[in-house]
């Protein structure tokens, strides 16, 4: 039987992965534990062939989960009624369909694993796990994203105990803590929460930051960034003087809302200084034809590494809600715009997600 499986979404979630196997000094990152790198939300296949060359993990997986609008029969399942019954009939049928259809993509044998580990369990790998009542334990998908949004809560609006007592049972599935297979979750702060779950368990990340020798910060470099020198050097030499950082985001959806974002952050908080931008993975747009008064940070990474590279600085980070702001130490200043700021862009509805 193998040690431990983690099942990644996200660059940051391979970074956090990273960080708690160096955490465990002599029983970790040394091939013991597997790591499976989802594609259903993010393309990480690049990383797979340095995360295997790293000796860190024993194998690496690619996990082809799908998306539920891969199953156009499901969509009938989640309309909204306003007779709570008829609601909770076809979230229980949608619960085990959606498990169903997943089971041919979910070609790791996960019953192998002493410990299963999941981030964002709100995607098909929850539902599946439940489904074959395999324990696993959850983590947080971004540093403190409950304070911004709580999936369990806005998901599951109207009569939301009764819900996470049916999940309990496994009759249905809610994320985050609250399936009848989810051991734990780890968060890192429960202080800024608005709602608590028996179920989570704190793990600060910063100390696992803090811990990282400086060998280990150069491997993960080496695994998120082929060029790292390269990119130090080029860096290093505009990120000088008056210079800001701006963090994108996939949100709106619209594309022509984002444009505007950029144009008119540069426009207001940006005046007299060169600008570097940093795409967020998600976020397609070609920054450098947008602007090309600015640098556009090429590649895809947790912005947290950039910790990591000595004789980096910025006068600024601007974000709109940004999770990863607070673990920014190579700036002076760090505006986080909050999610309030994409009010003028589109309908509040879209992103208003503390009303729960």
């Given at each position: 039987m193998r040690e431990r499986?983690?099942?990644?979404?996200?660059?940051?979630?391979?970074?956090?992965?990273?960080?708690?196997?160096?955490?465990?000094?002599?029983?970790?990152?040394?091939?013991?534990?597997?790591?499976?790198?989802?594609t259903i939300s993010s393309d990480l296949s690049p990383l797979k062939e340095r995360l295997e060359a790293s000796g860190i993990f024993g194998q690496v997986f690619l996990l082809d989960e799908k998306k539920d609008s891969e199953f156009p029969e499901l969509a009938k399942y989640k309309q909204?009624?306003?007779?709570?019954?008829?609601?909770?009939?076809?979230?229980?049928?949608?619960?085990?369909?959606?498990?169903?259809?997943?089971e041919p993509y979910m070609t790791i044998d996960f019953r192998q694993y002493r410990d299963v580990y999941v981030y964002c369990d709100s995607d098909p790998i929850g539902y599946y796990l439940n489904y074959k009542h395999i324990y696993y334990h959850a983590l947080e998908d971004g540093l403190d994203c409950l304070k911004y949004l709580d999936g369990a809560h806005y998901d599951n609006r109207g009569h939301f105990r009764l819900k996470a007592f049916l999940s309990s049972l496994n009759i249905i599935f809610i994320q985050n803590g609250y399936g009848k297979y989810c051991l734990d979750m780890e968060i890192n702060d429960l202080s800024c929460l608005r709602h608590t779950c028996p179920k989570y368990k704190v793990v600060p990340r910063k100390p696992l930051e803090l811990a990282l020798t400086r060998e280990?910060?150069?491997?993960?470099?080496?695994?998120?960034?082929?060029?790292?020198?390269?990119?130090?050097?080029?860096?290093?030499?505009?990120?000088?003087?008056?210079?800001?950082?701006?963090?994108?985001?996939?949100?709106?959806?619209?594309?022509?809302?984002?444009?505007?974002?950029?144009?008119?952050i540069i426009r207001d908080y940006c005046q007299g200084a060169?600008?570097?931008?940093?795409?967020?993975?998600?976020?397609l747009i070609d920054y450098g034809t947008l602007r090309p008064d600015c640098t556009v940070i090429r590649g895809k990474f947790p912005v947290e590494i950039l910790n990591f590279l000595e004789g980096i600085h910025f006068q600024k980070v601007i974000s709109?809600?940004?999770?990863?702001?607070?673990?920014?130490?190579?700036?002076e200043e760090k505006i986080n715009l909050g999610d309030t700021f994409w009010d003028q862009y589109e309908d509040p509805e879209n992103h208003n997600w503390r009303t729960v």
């Open positions: 499986i983690y099942v990644c979404h996200t660059f940051y979630n391979v970074y956090i992965t990273l960080l708690k196997e160096f955490a465990l000094g002599e029983a970790g990152a040394q091939g013991q534990a597997d790591i499976a790198l989802s909204s009624y306003n007779n709570i019954l008829r609601h909770l009939y076809n979230r229980i049928v949608y619960t085990k369909k959606l498990a169903r259809r997943e280990q910060k150069q491997r993960i470099l080496r695994i998120f960034m082929e060029d790292a020198d390269d990119f130090v050097k080029e860096l290093g030499e505009k990120a000088q003087g008056d210079c800001i950082l701006f963090l994108t985001q996939p949100h709106p959806q619209s594309v022509k809302a984002r444009e505007q974002i950029c144009h008119d060169h600008v570097m931008i940093k795409p967020h993975p998600r976020d709109i809600a940004t999770t990863a702001l607070d673990t920014i130490d190579f700036a």
